[in-house]
Structures are given as C-alpha cells and as structure tokens.
C-alpha cells in the first residue's frame, strides 16, 4: 500500500467524525432558533462529506476494498454495521442535497419535514463510517 493509501482511512474516519459533530450542533442550533449558525454549521458538514467522499473514492482506487480480520460473532457484528452503513450510505446524499434545496429555496416546511427523516441517517451513516475504520483498523480481533 502507498503512503496515501495508508492515511486516507484516518483522514476519513476523522472526516466522517467531523462530519457527525457538524450535524450534531447545527441541529442544537436550529432547535436554539439560530438559522444563521445551523446553515452555516450544516453547510460545513455537507462540505465535509463531500471531501469525504472524495476521499474514500480515491482511497478504494488505490488500495481496494478491506477483508474484516476478525471472525465469529465479532465479524457478524461488523458486517451487520458495514452492511447498514453502505446500504444508508447510498441513500444519503440525494436526501441531504434534496434538505439542502429546499432550505435555499425558502420551502423550510418541506425542508423540516424532510431531515425529520435526513437528518438522523446522515448522523447514522456518520458515526458509523468512524466505528467501521475502528472495527476494521483500529480494534485487536481474535
């Protein structure tokens, strides 16, 4: 593996760890009534991920797809995980670009009924992109 293909998982765990703290205050922030801090916080976090999955595709074109190491039950746990992740993962950005439209077009009815839904399956696919690279990466197996 090449010096980039080494780095790039930190740097997007680290990305995607960004990401879920971003999300994470913009909703404080709009539910505090400060519009103008949640656009600004969850515009950063669509800047994130969008770097983010810049990212990851450039660390899949160097270096592949990963084998869990682990076995039994612990590798049953992590599949279930990465299997939820990747299957939220792809329904993920026409849902926040979709939230992000309506918000700039002014429909904030349509934009709040929509990240009822949005909003905690991005925070979802967040965190558990952060605790796939710790499963993967990170954590001892057996």
Same mark, same amino acid.
């Given at each position: 593996? +090449?010096? /980039?293909?080494?780095? $790039?998982?930190?740097? +997007?765990?680290?990305? +995607?760890?960004?990401? =879920?703290? $971003?999300?994470?205050?913009?909703?404080?922030?709009?539910? =505090?009534?400060?519009?103008?801090?949640? *656009?600004?916080? !969850?515009?950063?976090?669509? =800047?994130?991920?969008?770097?983010?999955?810049?990212?990851? #595709?450039? *660390?899949?074109?160097? @270096?592949?797809?990963?084998?869990?190491?682990?076995?039994?039950?612990?590798?049953?746990?992590? /599949?279930?995980? /990465?299997?939820?992740? !990747?299957?939220?993962?792809?329904? @993920?950005?026409? $849902? &926040? $670009?979709?939230?992000?439209?309506? =918000?700039?077009?002014? *429909?904030?009815?349509?934009?709040?009924?929509?990240? *009822?839904?949005? #909003?905690? &399956?991005?925070?979802?696919?967040?965190?558990?992109?952060?605790? &796939?690279? #710790?499963? #993967?990466?990170?954590?001892? @197996? +057996?």
């Amino acid at each position: 593996m +090449n010096q /980039l293909g080494e780095i $790039l998982p930190s740097v +997007n765990a680290a990305l +995607n760890a960004a990401s =879920a703290i $971003l999300i994470f205050f913009g909703w404080r922030a709009i539910r =505090a009534g400060e519009r103008g801090r949640h *656009r600004a916080l !969850m515009l950063s976090a669509l =800047a994130v991920s969008t770097v983010f999955l810049v990212s990851y #595709l450039t *660390r899949v074109a160097l @270096t592949g797809t990963h084998r869990y190491p682990g076995h039994g039950a612990e590798k049953a746990v992590y /599949l279930g995980l /990465l299997g939820s992740h !990747m299957v939220l993962a792809a329904v @993920t950005p026409p $849902l &926040v $670009l979709r939230a992000a439209w309506l =918000a700039w077009k002014g *429909r904030l009815v349509d934009h709040k009924r929509l990240v *009822r839904f949005a #909003l905690p &399956v991005w925070m979802y696919v967040s965190v558990t992109g952060v605790l &796939v690279y #710790l499963m #993967l990466y990170q954590l001892p @197996t +057996n």
